[in-house]
């Protein structure tokens, strides 16, 4: 708590209880009205596969102040029913018409009720629609759902009575990196064999005959514990060792989920300034991690996540990296 500049920081028990406490801001309270915010290193792409990000359908916005705007929308045809769904990650400025004209590309809108801040009037980012055809209802949510809508808004459109989202697999993710280690080892055993019989193995990303091709997977990489990740940390946070520590704290906790770390390293100078390099115990959660965590976006970046040599790990020799 910082009594000087009247601000707190809040930690919650669960992704679902700090999401719901969104839904705080605006009220009044002792005359002054509150604002919560997510944190300035907040990345929505990331926490969406944690949980909910905005405030769930169900919650009795009314019971704590927050005004018949925040409210469930009027009576009618649908309205509190499994075909009512919830639009969340609006940008605060999109307009109501723009968000309908949005929603009505899937079909025509029987009504929409934008959540207004109680004193200003202004969007809070969430809203709730029901279409005149129950039966668009899949087809809008799949398709509107996790859609980018600039800076750090993604889109959340679901059916308002599903207040969870599913979690990541952590197990097929584990499992995918093992049928990748699989694979790798065999193409490096049958480019052996080749090469001791003096022909030349197959290069250039084409898989040997019979073998699958992976996405995302050079036929011919030697995958290694050691997973480098890119773009994935915001170098100028670097320097306050408070912060720092924090940040790999972070993500030693992250890369924990795909398998035992053995150790990591983040940079805070060249060579290797601003990426992370973790070393697992064994290959797979190297490759579970890799699986996992190449291409997540980090502040609108797309990460990216590559094996390298253990030697050169275990030398610090983070040039080429």
């Known amino acids: ?65 927050l005004g018949q705007a925040a409210g469930p929308l009027p009576a009618g045809p649908g309205q509190d029913g499994p075909d009512r769904i919830f639009v969340g990650g609006l940008p605060y400025y999109l307009a109501e018409d723009k968000i309908r004209e949005l929603l009505g590309q899937f079909g025509a809108i029987r009504s929409f009720d934008l959540v207004r801040d109680r004193e200003t009037g202004n969007s809070k980012g969430y809203g709730f ?13 799949q398709s509107l759902n996790g859609i980018s809508m600039g800076g750090d808004k993604v889109l959340t459109v679901r059916r308002a009575t599903q207040t969870t989202q599913p979690k990541p697999d952590t197990d097929s993710v584990i499992a995918q990196a ?84 053995a150790s990591l390293k983040i940079p805070r100078e060249a060579p290797g300034l601003g ?9 797979e959660g190297a490759m579970a991690a890799k699986t996992a965590l190449n291409g997540r976006k980090f502040s609108g970046k797309a990460v990216k996540a590559q094996h390298m040599p253990e030697e050169k790990y275990a030398a610090g020799d983070f040039d080429e990296f």
């Open 129 to 141: 629609a029901v279409y005149e055809d129950p039966m668009v209802v899949d087809a809008a949510c």
């Open 178 to 261: 093992q049928q990748q280690v699989a694979l790798s080892m065999a193409l490096q055993q049958s480019a052996m064999a080749m090469a001791a019989k003096g022909m030349t193995p197959v290069s250039g990303g084409a898989p040997m005959p019979g073998m699958p091709s992976i996405p995302g997977m050079p036929s011919m990489e030697p995958p290694t514990r050691i997973v480098v990740l890119t773009d994935v940390v915001d170098v100028n946070e670097l320097a306050d060792d408070e912060i720092y520590t924090e940040i790999v704290e972070d993500m030693e906790d992250e890369c924990k989920k795909y398998g035992d770390v």
């Open 1 to 65: 708590i910082n009594q000087e500049k009247k601000f707190a920081f809040v930690e919650f028990r669960t992704v679902e209880e700090t999401s719901n406490a969104m839904a705080l801001d605006g009220i009044m309270f002792e005359g002054v009205s509150v604002r919560v915010r997510r944190p300035n290193d907040y990345n929505p792409a990331m926490a969406a596969t944690l949980g909910p990000s905005t405030p769930s359908a169900s919650l009795n916005l009314q019971a704590i102040g």
């Open 275 to 283: 990426k992370v390099f973790v070393e697992y115990s064994a290959i």
